[in-house]
């Protein structure tokens, strides 16, 4: 029987006319998803679309927060449709607006802006929240929660908890869910030198997942992360009066900590559906179409669905939903159905590859149960047979048979009479094989929904590099645990003739060049701009966006004062020489030079912050003060009322020397670190750098200005001595830096400080901190280069360093010379702008 809705979309493929009007409530990963599927099936000719979005950005990869917690990735690196994608494919994004009622006779959609959308179709997109389990001091009085919880859901979430692990009086988290956010919230959270608990209630670790004996295994390996994990045990209070101070268990003792997170698990965001009055049970139930039930025009996808009675909250089921869904509301395939996945797992938690899928152990008495455990190298694997067919899995450890199981437990494929060889690959057949075997939909990467057949396709498109077909189908883009299975998957499909990246060797995305080929290159054609860079080196080409940063800070790096400035080369907070925050105002921080002030600088700043009405000041960790929510058309005027230099919080560059008391005022203080720390600031401000740098003088061994985990440190050592250290870290990575060189003059110190910021600025890949340079070259090599002058460059690095330090301009100058007249104009109402990459 033919639908009124299958009428329609008939008529609108046959007739010329307006286009309906589709809306989609919720921009997650399943409703982008949804809306990519539907413009590659042509839907951007048949539909007008408009999307709601709670959260104010376009759409990113969820599964990427634990990266961006760690550190790993830059939040601005997770998304998938930043918000020009949405203009280019003409979507109408209301980013930040909650969709709150529908009302399906009239067929409009009420939010939360006033706003009243009308539709022809629409689709339900709303997914999941957080649950946050019932329990004692969780909320304020006023019904907040307490400051220190937080949930693990959102870029603003991960942001919030990053910000929190940065306060020097915060060390120990609790993370209330053993689950696999649980693990890798716990495991983002080390990296920030915190000390970690779990508390699971359930008797193992990722216990949907995985069976007792391998939760015992993955637990073992969680903990000789330094990871402290407790089972079955659960949370009854969250402690402290204005702020977290602690848990309290139902059976334990209880755990003293300065931050609690919530990954218990999460709760299909249904209010609108319920009230809007569509069906409700666990979820908003659909159909085999993903029709709403009893609802011809009504569409839900993703987590807040449930159909035949299931949930699901893995991303894999959201991509196959989302084909289905765009085959009916397209029209391209109206016999498409959805009946329901067979989930299987395949992630990387906490460092440590785990696969899953259908039973974790034997059922029936007739079941085999293969099971191979090796708890010492965090090796387990067990498989269940029922009727000579795969039924379910478990990998922990080693998941190099993960491509064949899943394919026999998606096909229920016959299994070998040799059991072992479902674990291992003894005489039988080579990857390759296994990779040829491979059914052309089986799903490589589940985190994007990748099948073989999208990357055979990229491959035998043109595209012959591993890096190119991952970039071009965002294959290893999520978790990163099918990257082997990616690459074997090319090889096989380009016969062999797979290619090396070039580009991972460019300095820049958009040159086709090394950095030294690069710095030759411009040296010997007399390229003073970045434009005439991209027009001498990449002829044909258009300019690469991302490119330009790095190309800015290179030239100017190279060529002082014959650097020709565009400012379409630099970014937002090198275009106003100032910070943006996440709301488009701006952050301040004046120059302290050595963490020293002023009577009169203080009263200056106050006055300031007086007059303009400074929402916040902050204390940096720089030993600065930092003057928050100025508006992007004030920063001249705030500059000229302070009348003190940039303090450079917002560059790739040389930004503050962190010193103690030193000598005069400290008992233990062996050497002057406030006079030297001043000195060094004064010289190299502002320098520009392929990465920020951060240095720090102490005055005695004790290291208060934690000399030891920045990228140039000094220490004050008996004799009158100075120890030198380059490539420490103390933020989402952190590294004791390495001996340069002991000295006993200041001026040395000066010297062969700025002789190895010279040799990492020339040598460096873009963005590369010098806790990772120090290391990729070598201790011992920069010592014989930058001290002992082995190759004989010592007296040209000097003289390059010196060339920087002569050129050096206040760029708060601009205030009274803008570059453009627009420079400083307001840029209200205030957008998403583009964000100065963070590596």
Avoid at 312 to 336: H, K
Avoid at 751 to 765: K, V
Wanted: proline fraction near 5%; glycine fraction near 10%.
């Amino acid at each position: 029987m033919t639908s009124a809705l299958d009428r329609s979309r008939a008529n609108g493929r046959s007739q010329a006319g307006p286009k309906r009007r589709l809306v989609v409530i919720g921009n997650g990963m399943a409703g982008a998803r949804a809306v990519e599927e539907i413009l590659a099936r042509g839907g951007g000719e048949q539909f007008s679309i408009t999307m709601f979005g709670d959260e104010p950005y376009g759409n990113y990869n969820r599964i990427m927060l634990s990266h961006v917690l760690s550190g790993e990735e830059d939040d601005a690196g997770i998304f998938l449709n930043s918000l020009p994608w949405y203009r280019e494919n003409k979507i109408t994004l209301h980013a930040g607006v909650r969709a709150e009622r529908i009302d399906r006779a009239a067929r409009q959609v009420f939010s939360d802006d006033g706003r009243v959308t009308p539709y022809d179709v629409l689709i339900i997109a709303t997914g999941s929240r957080p649950h946050m389990p019932p329990m004692d001091g969780l909320y304020t009085p006023a019904g907040s929660v307490k400051p220190g919880v937080f949930a693990f859901r959102t870029i603003d979430d991960t942001r919030n908890m990053v910000r929190h692990t940065q306060h020097e009086q915060h060390h120990r988290a609790v993370v209330i869910g053993g689950g696999l956010l649980g693990l890798e919230a716990a495991r983002g959270l080390q990296s920030h030198g915190i000390e970690v608990d779990v508390v699971h209630s359930g008797s193992h670790l990722m216990n949907a997942q995985l069976g007792p004996e391998g939760g015992a295994v993955l637990r073992r390996s969680v903990e000789a992360l330094g990871i402290r994990v407790h089972t079955g045990s659960r949370t009854t209070a969250v402690l402290g009066r204005d702020r977290v101070s602690g848990v309290r268990l139902r059976d334990k003792p209880d755990l003293g900590c300065d931050m609690v997170v919530m990954a218990a698990g999460i709760r299909p965001n249904v209010e609108l559906a319920v009230l809007s009055a569509l069906p409700v049970e666990r979820a908003i139930v659909v159909d085999d179409h993903l029709r709403v039930q009893d609802e011809d025009n009504i569409y839900a996808v993703g987590e807040c669905v449930q159909h035949r009675g299931e949930v699901y909250g893995l991303v894999a089921p959201l991509w196959e939903q989302a084909v289905v869904l765009a085959d009916q509301v397209t029209g391209t395939n109206t016999s498409a159905v959805y009946l329901g996945s067979r989930t299987a797992t395949k992630l990387k938690v906490a460092g440590v590859d785990v696969a899953s899928m259908g039973l974790q152990g034997p059922e029936r008495p007739t079941d085999e149960h293969v099971v191979f455990s090796e708890p010492g190298r965090g090796v387990f694997k067990s498989v269940v047979i029922r009727d000579n067919k795969v039924v379910g899995a478990t990998l922990l450890g080693d998941s190099r048979k993960v491509a064949y199981l899943t394919q026999a437990f998606d096909r229920g494929l016959p299994v070998p009479e040799e059991r072992l060889s479902l674990m291992f690959d003894l005489a039988g057949p080579s990857e390759e094989t296994g990779v040829a075997e491979l059914d052309d939909n089986a799903q490589v990467c589940n985190c994007n929904g990748v099948s073989k057949k999208a990357l055979v396709d990229t491959v035998r498109g043109g595209c012959n590099t591993v890096a190119g077909v991952m970039d071009a189908t965002r294959a290893g883009k999520g978790c990163g645990s099918c990257k082997l299975l990616v690459k074997q998957v090319v090889e096989w499909a380009a016969d062999g003739a797979v290619e090396e990246d070039p580009s991972a060797s460019y300095y820049v995305p958009g040159i086709p060049l090394d950095k030294p080929s690069l710095m030759a290159a411009i040296r010997k054609q007399g390229l003073r701009s970045v434009s005439a860079v991209f027009t001498a080196l990449a002829p044909g080409r258009a300019e690469d966006a991302k490119s330009k940063m790095g190309l800015a800070s290179l030239l100017k790096m190279m060529l002082a004062d014959q650097y020709i400035d565009e400012r379409d080369a630099r970014f937002i907070n090198d275009r106003v020489h100032a910070n943006i925050q996440r709301d488009g105002t701006f952050s301040v921080v004046p120059q302290m030079k050595g963490g020293v002030t002023t009577v009169q600088q203080l009263r200056r700043i106050a006055d300031v912050a007086e007059k303009h009405n400074i929402p916040l000041i902050k204390l940096t960790g720089g030993q600065r003060i930092d003057l928050l929510g100025v508006r992007k058309e004030d920063l001249p005027q705030v500059w000229a009322d302070l009348d003190m230099p940039s303090g450079y919080a917002y560059g790739k560059s040389f930004r503050t020397v962190k010193t103690c008391v030193g000598k005069d005022f400290c008992r233990f203080g062996t050497g002057d670190s406030t006079k030297l720390g001043i000195e060094i600031e004064s010289r190299f401000q502002g320098i520009e750098s392929p990465a920020k740098l951060k240095l720090a003088v102490s005055g005695c061994p004790r290291n208060c200005a934690e000399s030891l985990v920045k990228d140039v440190g000094v220490v004050a050592v008996e004799g009158g001595r100075w120890e030198i250290y380059v490539g420490g870290a103390a933020g989402a990575h952190i590294r004791k830096g390495d001996l340069l060189a002991t000295v006993e003059d200041p001026e040395d110190v000066k010297l062969l400080a700025g002789r190895f910021m010279q040799y990492y600025r020339e040598n460096a890949n873009w963005l590369e901190r010098t806790y990772a340079f120090v290391p990729r070259v070598g201790i011992e090599h920069i010592r014989a280069v930058v001290v002992d002058d082995a190759e004989g460059i010592a007296a040209s690095l000097d003289a390059a360093m010196q060339a920087s330090v002569d050129n050096y301009v206040d760029p708060w100058s601009e205030r009274d010379d803008p570059f453009t007249p627009g420079q400083f104009r307001t840029s209200l109402p205030l957008e998403v702008l583009p964000q100065v990459p963070v590596r």
